[in-house]
């Protein structure tokens, strides 16, 4: 095994992935969490909408799907349906989870083994400063270790943090165990917000490529072209990445699909409307050229905040010659 992992939702393009946030009820509430998840908070999808988000995006091309939270080892019963059902559907499915169950070898086993029967095929989790302030790092490498004496596929997630050295007790501790690791960066969202950090500012040349383009149903039952939210605030709502609704007839199959298409054409370097491209090129971009963001998360809520600019988006990706087929 290596040092550094390979994220396992890999395995498929972002135009096969969802993500469903099932809960935002989680045992502990890391300081890092974008999705602010806590014990105090109740927001939770019904098996039923989980059953149509399933049914939906695999009629909309979607093949893999991956149940967040919060916590979803809280709630064993209820994902254990959904699992099925969305195996029987033909997805494949991975979960993630910080792993407070996997205390030891045995109980790992017995926690894990109804997700495995129910057909999941990854396991992801979490190791680093802000998830081991509430248990070992023993925990994921447990957990990780049990799933794939299940033949699972497994991912650990590790975000740097300004404590240098307690990140590499964390990094030994997963080298000693030969474990590998997808290092993660730590974004200024959710309750990162709050955090005393010094954001370093990148032009729009030194951004990175999005890739986090996964079509995701958060447990308040908001759909986003985006796996990234940040629910704390309505930036997002103010932009294309907001989908809408499945919990509002307001929100139609047909809208959703042109919202989403305008939000990976804004990320596909082969598309006329490719970000770098229209900082280029458009008036209405070329000033965002002068400013400087933390990252692309930042960049994608200003440049789409601006209903002029989407429009233009929109105008000029309708002009477009269709893609050959």
């Not at 095994?1 to 809960?23: K, Y």
């Not at 997805?91 to 996997?102: G, I, L, Q, R, T």
Request: aromatic share 8%; with cysteine.
């Amino acid at each position: 095994m290596t040092a550094e992992g390979v994220p396992i939702w890999d395995r498929f393009p972002s135009h096969q992935r969802l993500c469903i946030n099932f809960t935002l009820t989680c045992n502990i509430a890391c300081d890092h969490c974008i999705v602010e998840s806590s014990p105090q908070r109740r927001e939770r999808l019904s098996t039923e909408e989980v059953r149509a988000a399933l049914s939906q995006a695999w009629e909309n091309g979607r093949r893999h799907v991956t149940f967040s939270g919060g916590e979803v080892f809280l709630y064993p019963g209820e994902m254990c349906e959904v699992i099925a059902f969305a195996r029987q559907i033909g997805f494949v499915v991975d979960v993630e989870s910080n792993a407070f169950w996997a205390r030891s070898d045995e109980l790992a086993r017995q926690k894990l083994a109804p997700f495995v029967e129910a057909g999941i095929s990854g396991l992801a989790l979490s190791a680093d400063i802000y998830h081991m302030k509430y248990f070992p790092v023993d925990r994921p490498i447990t957990a990780a270790r049990t799933a794939r004496s299940f033949g699972l596929a497994t991912e650990i997630q590790f975000c740097r943090s300004h404590f240098r050295e307690r990140d590499e007790e964390i990094i030994a501790a997963l080298a000693g165990a030969g474990e590998p690791y997808v290092v993660l960066e730590l974004l200024d969202r959710g309750r990162a917000r709050e955090m005393l950090q010094v954001w370093t500012g990148h032009r729009v040349e030194e951004l990175s490529e999005c890739d986090d383009l996964t079509t995701t149903v958060h447990a308040t039952g908001d759909v986003y072209a985006c796996c990234q939210l940040d629910i704390g605030v309505d930036q997002m709502k103010r932009t294309p990445v907001f989908l809408g609704s499945i919990r509002s007839a307001e929100s139609g199959a047909a809208d959703r699909d042109r919202r989403e298409r305008l939000v990976r054409a804004f990320y596909d370097p082969a598309s006329p409307i490719y970000f770098r491209t229209m900082v280029r090129e458009h008036p209405l971009f070329q000033h965002l050229d002068e400013e400087r963001f933390s990252n692309i998360c930042t960049f994608c809520m200003q440049a789409l905040g601006d209903p002029a600019r989407v429009a233009a988006l929109q105008e000029r990706l309708d002009r477009a010659p269709a893609p050959a087929s």
